[in-house]
């Protein structure tokens, strides 16, 4: 904004905004958040100073301002086509009047992150959420697209509460191997678990090695990130294309344009999400996310990114899931719980086939980010069905599984629940099993003794693993999955019920019950005073998971884990370490940091 005031020589408008007879307001563009000087003009002066040596014209700093985060990384394959994603933004914000401003935040990838990704997943979104705060944005796309990045990126925008719009690079294309098509990561877990019980010899892993990931793009199976990228869609927060365009297609590109279209319109209109979100758009979210078969990540996620929105804390908890998805039957027919990869939901019409499918089912007042209610969306937006979306989208009428593909169990090991993907077990006897526990204390007594051929363990065996929770391991790694001692595996064992107070892949199946809380790290978990030889039961279809011994002994073997626990002296971590041992909650609350909830922790 100018005045017609000159300078001497005449040519050059002078701004208003050195005009210190007017009050600086401070809501929108560069005078927003101002940084402290004492003197909110000079800051202001300052900050034109510096912003100018980049070469915005006064024109250009009077648009609304859209922050597009750049999460590339030489360590982030998954979000290789970021540069590509950002000039499509910008040609989107730019078109309709905005000026896109480029800023990094940390990216995290699952393979290149040290203990685990989800570790980092809390530090990505406090980045997230400071630096929209302390930066003049009318409002930020964010790109993300590896699994903790994006549940990372809407943590921190529903706390910053500016408009945001998260921007997905999308799924990688399958691969091929002797004329089968394989893609991570469901068939690199399939394919090593061969490899282990000696089905395919050296020569063959290395091929299919070469094969598993042939483009960038996040995993192309329904792990974590296509998970998330579709719960995304749900939640009415981008275009529904964004969860499935493959991110080396064109589709993918025009999202991105789109996105930033969206953008300089949600910084027009003030859209902040903790005034889209509902508890609604949650129920829709977790819809989708039972009917999709998605990763038990999601769940953890789920309760993090509710658990930031003030009105939605305490709301919506893991109960919520369960009742949910007793009501939602499984429709997508895609690995692990299918056959399929992403590109093919892709094909066959992706969410907006979806979203036709699961209309009953569906809260369709609630809001999305184009200003429409989801069900204004879904009209404005009609999907004729054909044969090859109905193999893989399927209709209510004719599910893949008939309900609770995520399920929730509880029981005198498991008081604050844990959870499984009962759609994804291999074999499905194992849903209600009695057995005896192997139990291995921590990661590394799994290693050392899974593969012993000495290893007193049977086919019928519950194979169980502690100190893998978020406060045991921490950033609770995704080792859920014990992999069937080898001599099992040798005889033709597939599956066994094996319980964590872990996580599993997105991209993994078997029959696994994970997140067990409280975790075993805690000195009182009932979980932590499971011994070899105690026996167990699951009953899936009661939603329970009982240790078979009296209240008394249990009560006895906690009382003495926790005296014990007392008497051990643990170091203090320092560092980013040490707050996130004292700040994480439980698995069952989001593994957030507490005093980064709605309500800073004062719950607990
Ligand atoms: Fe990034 Fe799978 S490793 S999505």
Not at 95 to 108: D, K, M, Q, R
Not at 409 to 425: D, V
């Amino acid at each position: 904004m100018t005045t017609n005031m000159k300078n001497d020589q005449d040519d050059i408008a002078i701004p208003q905004d050195y005009d210190l007879s007017t009050p600086i307001s401070s809501t929108s563009g560069l005078r927003q958040g101002l940084t402290s000087y004492g003197d909110a003009h000079f800051s202001l002066f300052l900050r034109k100073v510096f912003v100018k040596a980049l070469g915005y014209s006064e024109d250009a700093l009077s648009r609304p301002i859209i922050g597009i985060i750049n999460t590339y990384s030489g360590f982030n394959p998954c979000h290789g086509n970021v540069p590509q994603l950002i000039e499509a933004a910008k040609r989107g914000i730019q078109f309709n009047g905005g000026l896109a401003v480029e800023f990094p935040t940390i990216s995290v990838h699952e393979s290149f992150s040290h203990p685990t990704s989800m570790f980092l997943r809390n530090l990505m979104s406090m980045d997230t959420e400071e630096m929209i705060r302390a930066q003049p944005l009318d409002a930020c796309i964010m790109i993300g697209g590896c699994d903790k990045t994006v549940p990372a990126q809407l943590m921190g925008g529903i706390s910053a509460n500016k408009p945001v719009l998260p921007l997905i690079t999308g799924p990688m294309m399958p691969g091929s191997h002797r004329g089968k098509r394989i893609g991570a990561c469901t068939d690199c877990r399939n394919n090593w678990a061969a490899f282990r019980a000696g089905e395919i010899d050296i020569e063959e892993i290395s091929e299919i090695n070469e094969e598993l990931a042939p483009t960038i793009g996040t995993c192309g199976v329904m792990g974590t990130a296509s998970t998330m990228a579709c719960i995304t869609a749900a939640l009415g927060m981008m275009p529904l294309r964004g969860a499935s365009a493959p991110a080396v297609s064109s589709a993918r590109a025009r999202v991105a344009e789109e996105t930033g279209a969206n953008a300089v319109k949600a910084a027009h209109s003030k859209w902040k999400p903790q005034d889209i979100l509902s508890k609604e758009s949650f129920l829709n979210a977790i819809t989708v996310l039972q009917a999709i078969g998605g990763s038990t990540n999601a769940i953890v996620h789920l309760m993090a990114i509710a658990n930031r929105h003030p009105k939605v804390q305490g709301v919506i908890t893991l109960q919520t899931f369960e009742e949910v998805g007793r009501k939602t039957p499984l429709l997508v027919d895609l690995k692990p719980s299918g056959d399929k990869y992403m590109t093919d939901f892709h094909n066959a019409g992706g969410m907006l086939a979806l979203l036709h499918a699961l209309r009953p089912l569906l809260h369709l007042s609630a809001m999305t980010i184009t200003g429409q209610t989801l069900g204004e969306l879904i009209d404005a937006s009609p999907f004729r069905e054909f044969p090859l979306s109905r193999q893989i989208i399927r209709p209510l009428s004719n599910p893949l599984y008939p309900s609770s593909s995520l399920i929730v169990l509880h029981g005198n090991i498991a008081p604050n629940g844990a959870i499984m993907k009962a759609s994804a077990s291999k074999d499905r006897d194992l849903l209600t099993h009695t057995g005896p526990a192997v139990v291995f204390e921590n990661s590394a007594d799994l290693a050392k003794r899974i593969d012993d051929p000495d290893l007193d363990v049977m086919a019928d065996s519950i194979l169980v693993l502690k100190s893998i929770g978020p406060i045991g391991n921490p950033g609770m790694p995704e080792a859920g999955l014990l992999p069937i001692p080898r001599k099992l595996a040798a005889a033709g064992v597939k599956d066994m019920l094996r319980i964590s107070d872990g996580r599993m892949s997105g991209t993994a199946g078997g029959t696994i019950i994970l997140h067990v809380s409280p975790e075993s790290a805690v000195p009182e978990s009932p979980f932590g005073i499971v011994q070899t030889g105690d026996v167990i039961s699951c009953d899936v279809d009661a939603r329970k998971l009982h240790l078979e011994i009296s209240d008394e002994e249990l009560k006895e073997r906690v009382k003495d884990r926790k005296a014990a626990a007392a008497a051990a002296e643990k170091p203090r971590q320092r560092g980013y370490r040490g707050l996130y041992e004292r700040s994480v909650n439980q698995a069952q609350d989001g593994a957030d940091f507490d005093f980064l909830t709605a309500d800073g922790g004062s719950r607990n």
